[in-house]
């Protein structure tokens, strides 16, 4: 709980945090004792000795019994009021070890004074807490990359471990996906023109349209002010498949005029005067379909707005 509080007050002065507070809060006070096995040990003490103790001391032990007539009472036997009412009582606790001496409960044990959680939560069946917060002006991913050096300046106790997850979760197996189809796809794309070219070097004059692809829709997203999200991913998986389509019906015609007896420079210019036509019919019959998506108002429109600005 410690470190999940010393955390949640470093997230919250992170810009675009919002509502940040702790699943688990701080329930009733508590002494916690932790002990030393090998103190313990060495004063003739052990565990099961000192648990007893504690645990009749604190709790009683009604193991005995007072019978009146027909009517049983259960004795409990523990320490009086007096003798547990705060935590020097505790730290003065003392026990019989097995070298006869009386040894205080501070000479072998920590104890100190904490919070018990108000619930316990478990991730893979380990004891978590959970931070949340909402956002507000900036994308998750600009946020979680700035908690994340956040959380490497921190010095974690031994046990402690840190993971994303709700929102930020999602979209990295999400990233992860769609860059797998992105790869996939080019791959995909790469040899079917080799299998329809009959050749492994043509096809590479047509991939080399994509990056100028990508570089043209992240300039687009940085001038519409637009974040790299799962849909605009998913446009640039589309626009690959319209530039390719594009860079094929050029590069096609121009291996056609060449074989006419056209000069590399002629051909060229001739299959790209030519194909312009059909390009642009494409291209704006593609644009005019996403038109709708890209001037939409109604919820989470916002959302779906980088697709068709690929």
Request: charged share 20%.
């Given at each position: 709980?410690?470190?999940?509080?010393?955390?949640m007050?470093?997230?919250?002065?992170?810009?675009?945090?919002?509502e940040?507070?702790?699943?688990?809060?701080?329930?009733?006070?508590?002494?916690?004792v932790?002990?030393d096995?090998?103190?313990?040990?060495?004063?003739?003490?052990?565990?099961?000795?000192?648990?007893?103790?504690?645990?009749?001391?604190?709790?009683g032990?009604?193991?005995?019994s007072?019978?009146q007539?027909?009517?049983?009472?259960?004795?409990?036997?523990?320490?009086?009021?007096?003798?547990?009412?705060?935590?020097?009582?505790?730290?003065?606790?003392?026990?019989?070890?097995?070298?006869?001496?009386?040894v205080r409960?501070?000479?072998?044990?920590?104890?100190?004074?904490?919070?018990?959680?108000?619930?316990?939560?478990?991730?893979?069946?380990?004891?978590?807490?959970?931070?949340n917060?909402?956002?507000?002006?900036?994308?998750?991913?600009?946020v979680?990359?700035?908690?994340?050096?956040?959380i490497?300046?921190?010095?974690?106790?031994?046990?402690?471990?840190?993971?994303?997850?709700?929102?930020?979760q999602?979209?990295?197996?999400?990233?992860?996906?769609?860059?797998?189809?992105f790869i996939?796809?080019?791959?995909?794309?790469?040899?079917?023109?080799?299998?329809?070219?009959?050749?492994?070097?043509?096809?590479?004059?047509?991939?080399?349209?994509?990056?100028?692809?990508?570089?043209g829709?992240?300039?687009?997203?940085a001038?519409?002010?637009?974040t790299?999200?799962?849909?605009?991913?998913?446009?640039?998986?589309?626009?690959?498949g319209?530039?390719?389509?594009?860079?094929?019906?050029?590069?096609?015609?121009?291996?056609?005029?060449?074989?006419?007896?056209?000069t590399?420079?002629?051909?060229?210019?001739?299959a790209?005067?030519?194909?312009?036509?059909?390009?642009?019919?494409?291209?704006i019959?593609?644009?005019?379909?996403?038109?709708?998506?890209?001037?939409?108002t109604?919820?989470?429109?916002d959302?779906?707005?980088?697709?068709?600005?690929?």
């Amino acid at each position: 709980m410690f470190t999940a509080n010393k955390l949640m007050q470093k997230v919250k002065k992170v810009e675009g945090t919002q509502e940040v507070k702790l699943t688990v809060e701080a329930g009733s006070p508590e002494v916690v004792v932790t002990t030393d096995r090998q103190k313990m040990a060495e004063l003739g003490l052990d565990l099961q000795t000192v648990g007893a103790t504690m645990q009749y001391a604190f709790n009683g032990n009604n193991d005995a019994s007072f019978r009146q007539g027909e009517y049983e009472y259960d004795i409990n036997i523990l320490f009086d009021e007096f003798n547990r009412k705060s935590i020097e009582d505790v730290r003065a606790l003392t026990f019989l070890s097995k070298y006869g001496k009386l040894v205080r409960l501070d000479q072998f044990a920590e104890v100190r004074e904490s919070f018990g959680p108000s619930k316990l939560e478990r991730f893979n069946r380990i004891t978590s807490v959970n931070i949340n917060s909402q956002l507000l002006g900036r994308p998750s991913g600009s946020v979680a990359a700035e908690i994340k050096g956040i959380i490497d300046g921190m010095t974690l106790p031994a046990g402690v471990s840190v993971i994303f997850g709700g929102n930020q979760q999602r979209q990295e197996e999400s990233f992860g996906q769609l860059g797998f189809a992105f790869i996939t796809s080019i791959i995909l794309v790469y040899l079917i023109m080799v299998a329809l070219y009959d050749n492994f070097v043509y096809p590479f004059v047509v991939l080399f349209s994509i990056p100028l692809a990508i570089i043209g829709a992240l300039v687009a997203l940085a001038l519409s002010a637009q974040t790299l999200s799962l849909f605009t991913l998913l446009g640039i998986i589309m626009l690959i498949g319209l530039v390719a389509k594009n860079a094929i019906l050029v590069v096609d015609f121009t291996n056609h005029l060449k074989e006419k007896g056209m000069t590399t420079e002629e051909a060229l210019l001739e299959a790209t005067k030519e194909r312009l036509r059909p390009i642009l019919m494409t291209t704006i019959a593609m644009v005019a379909g996403m038109m709708p998506v890209a001037l939409a108002t109604g919820p989470g429109a916002d959302w779906k707005m980088a697709l068709p600005g690929q």
